[in-house]
């Protein structure tokens, strides 16, 4: 079962998923091998027909199912200085190279490679795949997911999503808001800045609040908070505008994020963001010039994934593999919009998330078996008390 997941493994790597690109040859792949093993599969197709999630079924056409959970698209390698092809597997002792090796082909060879298994084993309850598209720009593809099983009166249960924690069970994660925010200002001489409207002007005066909100939400952060740091971060990861030093800037743009712990905290950010542009920014810029604007683009607002007291998902995979310690982690998943649905949710897969999106990611042979072995104690359970 090993050799087969790693040849599985080395087909997937192969297929350049950057998330700026389509998925579909490696969705048909997947699709065909599952269709092998007698799962019936639904493809979902984005509006540009370019992509398209993948979502699968072994045993019972019920409700109640466990769902293994994993994007099939991968990071950008442009100006990354790779040892070798990024998009062919390359094995060097107990490491397996190539891009989305550990985030997250390894645990979907896994899962692939154990359904004949599951087809024998599985009777008594629904296990579903799902794989998506464009998790790493917005998780796009799991929101177009649980719309797409909704429509179809699909409801799984317990969903297992398989990023990569070293195989450690991860209860809770913050979500992940990301925006662009552009300026529209009035360009002129910059001998004469009252006739105009400087963008850059205001777009920096917008991120001095923003970072200000930013060291508020320290002091907003919980006592019993698990996450490190406690709080809810903000980041500015990108401002740009102007053309040349002596001309008023008429457009500038802010690229940003933040982590929330809660939903809370969010809308705290998002209410004084707003209330600061429409009392302050925006009359001043509209003085000068009437068709001055401020527009916040919505890149991707995923929620996180809060622990819960009463967790199945939890409860199986502490039985799968032997262990009742559970965390949290600083980086985002779908977990969240499963949760959001009704599921019980928990994350669990092969691999480190230190070697993700980096030049020469690689996943330990020895995380795959530890995969495989968790995987395996799911199809022996076949449906029964574990499950």
């Not at 790779?82 to 002792?93: K, Y």
């Not at 891009?99 to 599951?118: E, Q």
């Not at 102007?242 to 800037?249: L, S």
Request: aromatic share 6%; glycine share 10%; net charge negative.
């Amino acid at each position: 079962m090993l050799d087969k997941t790693i040849d599985i493994l080395g087909d997937l790597i192969a297929f350049p998923t950057v998330s700026a690109v389509s998925n579909l040859a490696m969705i048909d792949y997947l699709a065909q091998r599952l269709e092998d093993c007698g799962a019936k599969v639904h493809l979902m197709h984005d509006p540009g027909g370019t992509k398209a999630n993948m979502f699968a079924t072994l045993g019972p056409e019920e409700n109640g199912g466990i769902l293994l959970s994993g994007h099939s698209d991968v990071v950008p390698v442009t100006d990354q200085h790779w040892s070798s092809d990024p998009f062919r597997m390359t094995r060097r002792g107990n490491r397996l190279y190539g891009r989305g090796s550990c985030d997250m082909k390894g645990f979907i060879a896994a899962a692939v490679a154990m359904a004949p298994t599951f087809a024998q084993a599985r009777k008594s309850r629904p296990l579903h795949f799902a794989f998506t598209y464009d998790e790493e720009v917005g998780c796009i593809g799991a929101g177009h997911l649980v719309r797409s099983l909704g429509a179809l009166g699909i409801k799984p249960s317990v969903a297992i999503i398989g990023e990569p924690t070293q195989m450690r069970i991860i209860e809770g994660h913050k979500g992940c808001y990301e925006y662009t925010t552009r300026f529209q200002g009035l360009e002129g001489h910059g001998s004469a800045p009252d006739l105009g409207v400087n963008a850059v002007e205001y777009a920096a005066r917008y991120v001095s609040f923003l970072l200000d909100l930013k060291d508020q939400l320290r002091s907003m952060s919980p006592p019993e908070s698990p996450f490190d740091p406690p709080w809810t971060t903000v980041n500015v990861g990108a401002m740009s505008g102007g053309t040349v030093h002596n001309v008023i800037a008429s457009k500038a743009q802010v690229d940003w994020e933040m982590r929330p712990i809660s939903k809370t905290d969010a809308d705290f950010v998002k209410l004084h963001l707003d209330g600061y542009c429409r009392d302050v920014l925006l009359p001043s810029m509209k003085a000068a010039f009437p068709g001055a604007s401020i527009e916040t683009e919505v890149v991707g607002e995923v929620d996180g994934l809060v622990p819960v007291l009463e967790n199945e998902a939890r409860r199986i995979v502490a039985a799968l593999t032997g262990s009742n310690k559970v965390g949290v982690v600083p980086f985002g998943t779908e977990a969240g919009i499963f949760q959001n649905i009704g599921m019980d949710v928990v994350v669990c897969g092969p691999g480190s998330i230190e070697q993700a999106h980096k030049a020469d990611e690689f996943i330990e042979v020895d995380q795959l078996e530890k995969c495989l072995a968790m995987l395996s104690k799911l199809a022996e359970s076949s449906g029964g008390k574990t499950c």
